[in-house]
């Protein structure tokens, strides 16, 4: 903890944590210590992780990036950490994301950006910037945060880290703040598979608060290995997307990486096949219009009245409801708690959910989304696993994208799909460009396969 501690103070520039557990961490190790001395530590008994700030944890400041959850303090803890916490692992503070986990670089959180430690003009992706950089940087030896759309893996990509995002409904969302509740998933974000494999194995299984997450039983991850091949089986059926290795759009580093371990694959004897996602080009249509009316309708509990920041320009008398004050208070309360893009992703989703548009946008966006889970699901009848880089270039500069969001939401080409069907995914370091900026390498597998998932992530 003391050695993390120190390691956080000495890179306060890249703006990982928006608080520091130093006193409370200190207890827990403390605590952990005795534990262990009786030998009954848990199983995660000293490891020290950071939990990205859309996670619920009693007694702390909880703001999702955001100012309309200023002086908010967390009423119960979610899930996925209190099952970490009940294998002692020591939690040492709060992750800087893009606000409500909006973001591609964690350029839109109220604390301010978080910088690649790769390349600090650059970016770390987002949204759990902050979680990818702190084990990056080495800041704590892993991190727990949320992908609704590449949130973990991105990330991890850009910052050279291990990012897994679970089937939908591995792990309870009981305690995750909500941005699209039928995409959002907990994930973790380690220096290897076997931590993330580990951490996924702990958070993951039924709970009683969270009515779509899974009954099927929790494997042992981290100790699942690939069928013997010396024993008589057979070789991996492996996709690849082309236009990860071929597309113009993606850069060449990446392009020859990816290529690098399709020739890996092969000559270690398995089938790897180029395919085509016909529905690629409607992947990111569909998940910003259904994300974005998901988020209008669960943003739009933060009014001012309940939760966290009101805006000081309304009056007492707002609280009556029978004088038109109260809607200025929602109105002024949202304008200036939310930032710019949660405000364009809830008006967005808001007309995409009005009664004249619902049917044109809404409804035709879950028939795609059924489209593409049909058309992955007859892909993974012919195969075990489809191979992509996790993104088309590697950490772009501060700033570079924040004018133009259709650039900014590209990011996510790759990563967007295993949300959209629900599939889980892995990004695993892929070595570095000339210029040593990481490059990912993602891994999606069937629902519930997360075992053979991270088997093949660790031979690459
Ligand atoms: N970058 C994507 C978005 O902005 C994904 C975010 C996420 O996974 N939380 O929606």
């Known amino acids: 903890v003391e050695q993390y501690l120190i390691r956080i103070d000495e890179h306060r520039d890249l703006n990982v944590f928006t608080e520091v557990y130093a006193d409370e961490a200190r207890q827990q190790a403390d605590a952990v210590d005795q534990k262990l001395a009786s030998g009954q530590g848990g199983r995660l008994a000293g490891m020290v992780i950071g939990i990205k700030d859309v996670l619920n944890y009693t007694g702390h400041s909880v703001r999702a990036g955001s100012r309309i959850l200023d002086n908010f303090t967390a009423q ?104 699209a509740s039928s995409f959002d998933c907990v994930g973790p974000i380690a220096n290897n598979v076997d931590d993330a494999a580990l951490l996924l194995e702990i958070m993951a299984g039924p709970d009683e608060f969270d009515s779509t997450v899974s009954s099927e039983p929790v494997s042992a991850y981290s100790q699942t290995t690939l069928p013997d091949r010396s024993a008589g089986a057979g070789p991996l059926r492996i996709a690849y997307l082309r236009d990860g290795v071929e597309s113009a759009g993606v850069a060449k580093s990446i392009r020859e990486a990816t290529q690098r371990k399709i020739n890996e694959l092969r000559a270690a004897g398995h089938t790897v096949e180029p395919v085509d996602i016909s529905l690629l080009t409607y992947l990111l249509p569909t998940y910003y219009i259904l994300t974005t009316a998901e988020a209008s309708s669960n943003l739009s509990r933060f009014d001012g009245v309940r939760y966290g920041y009101r805006s000081a320009s309304t009056n007492k008398s707002a609280m009556d409801v029978s004088t038109p004050d109260l809607l200025t208070l929602y109105k002024k309360s949202r304008t200036e708690g939310f930032g710019a893009e949660v405000r364009r992703r809830i008006l967005l989703g808001t007309f995409a959910l009005s009664a004249s548009y619902y049917d044109a946008y809404y409804t035709k966006a879950q028939q795609v989304r059924r489209l593409i889970r049909q058309e992955t699901e007859r892909l993974f009848e012919q195969y075990d696993f489809l191979l992509s880089p996790t993104t088309p270039t590697p950490a772009f500069k501060l700033g570079e994208k924040t004018d133009d969001p259709l650039q900014m939401y590209l990011a996510d080409i790759f990563t967007v799909q295993a949300n959209v069907v629900g599939y889980p995914a892995i990004s695993i370091p892929n070595g570095a460009d000339a210029e040593g900026l990481p490059i990912g390498l993602q891994l999606m597998a069937p629902p519930f396969a997360e075992g053979k998932l991270v088997a093949l992530a660790k031979t690459l």
């Open 76 to 179: 119960f803890t979610a899930t996925a950490v209190q099952r970490l916490l009940d294998e002692d692992v020591i939690i040492i503070g709060r992750q800087n994301c893009d606000e409500f986990a909006m973001g591609s670089s964690n350029e839109n959180s109220a604390f301010g950006p978080v910088r690649n430690a790769a390349d600090t003009s650059r970016v770390p992706g987002g949204s759990s910037g902050g979680s990818a950089v702190a084990v990056q940087a080495g800041l704590c030896l892993a991190s727990i945060g949320s992908d609704t759309g590449g949130s973990v893996r991105q990330p991890a990509a850009f910052c050279g880290v291990v990012g897994l995002k679970p089937t939908y409904g591995r792990i309870s969302r009981w305690g995750l703040i909500a941005y």
